[in-house]
C-alpha cells in the first residue's frame, strides 16, 4: 500500500538571531558580498554560522488511515516538522511526498477576523482551509451546534471571550474532510468539557478512517488516539514504533535516564525536623510509575519526644494540588508511639491505578487523629503515572474517571539511627 505521508531524510536549519530578506535585491546581494570579508575578519576567521538544526535527517511513512502521535518535548522539532507537511515551510534538505487531500490545524484560529461576525468566520475560515461553499452550508448547524455559539453567532468576534472564539475556530477544523488531518495541541483548547468534545471528534475522524498526524504533550490523549507514535528529540526521530514503547521512551528523555525525583531528604537545620526522608519507589526508577503495577512510599521518621497519640499520614497530590488520596497509620502499639529514634514506614500498593498525570507528596504528623498538627511537608517526591506497557483497550478513560487503589500494606521497620540494620516488622 501506498503511504499517504512519505518524509525521508527531512532536515531544516534556522539561523539565530538574524532575519532573513523574503526577497533579497540586487543592491542587497552587491552589499552582503562586499560586507562578507569585513563580517570574516570581525569573527576571527571562525567561519561557523550562529544556526541550529530545527530538524535533522528525519525519515517516517505514515500508511492510509493510520493516526500516528507525535511527543516531545518542547523544541524538540515537532512543531516545524508539521509547517514543513502543511507546507507553511520549506525544507533545508529531504524530500516530503503526499498523496491526497491534507488539512492542518496548527493555530486555532488562524484566519479569523475579529470585526466580521461568527457566521462571517465561518465561511471565510471555511474557504482559507479549502472547504466549498457548498459544504460550509452543508455543514453549518453542524458546525455551529459543536462551538455551543448558536446565541452569538451574528455577532462580532471581538466581543467574544478568549474560550468561544477558540472553540468556533476548532468546529469549523474539525469539520473538514480530507484524506490526512495534521493536528498540533488542539486538546490545550477550552475548558474540560470542550476538551472531551474535541478527543471525541478526533476519535470519529480516526474511526471513519483518515489518516491524522497528531502533536500532544497529553500523552492520555495521545494513548487513546494513536496505536503508532514518533519520539522527537533535539530535532531527531529517536523512536518510531508502539504508543506505550514511545511514552516509555519519552519519559525516560525526560528524566535523562537519572534517578530525578521521587525522592527528598529534609535540611538537618530545620527544627523540629520529624519527616528525615521520603521516597517513592516507582516501577520505573526513575520518577515514572507505570499504571497497575505495584508502588512504595517510604518515609523516614524522627522522633525526639514520642507520644501514644502521634498519627503519620500522607497524601497524593495531583498537578491542580488537589489531594487524590489520603493514607493513614493508626496503630497505639507503633514503636515511634513509645520510643525516641528514627524509624523508617512503608507503605505498599500492589496495583496503582491512578489516573495518568503527574504527582506530589504531602505528609503530615499529627496528635490526637489530626486534632494537633506537629508537622507538614508539601511538594516532595514528584512522579509521573504513565499507561507504561498497558494494551490501548485498558486504559481508554475519560479525564476525571474514578481512582483505583488497592489496599495499602503498612510496615514499620523498627527502630534505627538511620535507614541502615533495621529489622523489618509487618504490622
Known sequence: MRPIIKVENLSKQYRIGARQASFPTLRDSIAETLRAPFDWLRRNGNHEDNTIWALKDVSFEVKPGEVVGVIGRNGAGKSTLLKILSRITEPTTGQVDLYGRVASLLEVGTGFHVELSGRENIYLNGAILGMKRSEIDRK?????????????????????????????????????????????????VGDTEFQKKCLGKMNDVASTGRTVLF???????????????????????????????????????????LDV???????????????????????????????????????????????????????????????????????GELPYRKQEGTFILKCSLPKFRLYMGEYTLRTWLSESMGRTLLDRTDGICPFEVT???????EYEWEPGSCIYIDDAIWEEVGEGKGSDDVAKILV
Open 140 to 188: 453549518f448547524d453542524e458546525i455551529v451546534t459543536f462551538a455551543e455559539s448558536e446565541k452569538f453567532i451574528d455577532t462580532p468576534v471581538k466581543h467574544y471571550s478568549s474560550g468561544m472564539y477558540l472553540r468556533l475556530a476548532f468546529a469549523v477544523a474539525a469539520h473538514l474532510e480530507p484524506e490526512a488531518l495534521i493536528v498540533d495541541e488542539v486538546l490545550a
Open 387 to 393: 499507561m507504561g506497557g498497558m494494551v490501548r483497550s
Open 215 to 257: 502533536v500532544s504533550h497529553n500523552m492520555q490523549a495521545i494513548a487513546q488516539l494513536a496505536r503508532r507514535s514518533i519520539v522527537m528529540h533535539k530535532g531527531q526521530c529517536v523512536f518510531d514504533g508502539g504508543t506505550s514503547e514511545a511514552i516509555s521512551t519519552y519519559n525516560k528523555l525526560q528524566s535523562n535516564g
Open 261 to 331: 525525583g521521587a525522592s527528598y531528604r529534609a535540611d538537618s537545620a530545620i527544627t523540629p525536623n520529624y519527616l528525615a526522608w521520603a521516597t517513592a519507589h516507582t516501577s520505573e526508577g526513575n520518577g515514572v510509575h507505570n499504571w497497575g503495577q505495584p508502588i512504595t512510599f517510604e518515609f523516614g521518621l524522627k522522633i525526639e519526644q514520642p507520644k501514644r497519640s502521634i498519627c503519620f499520614s500522607f497524601q497524593i497530590i495531583n498537578s491542580l494540588q488537589q489531594p487524590v488520596c489520603h493514607f493513614w497509620l493508626f496503630d
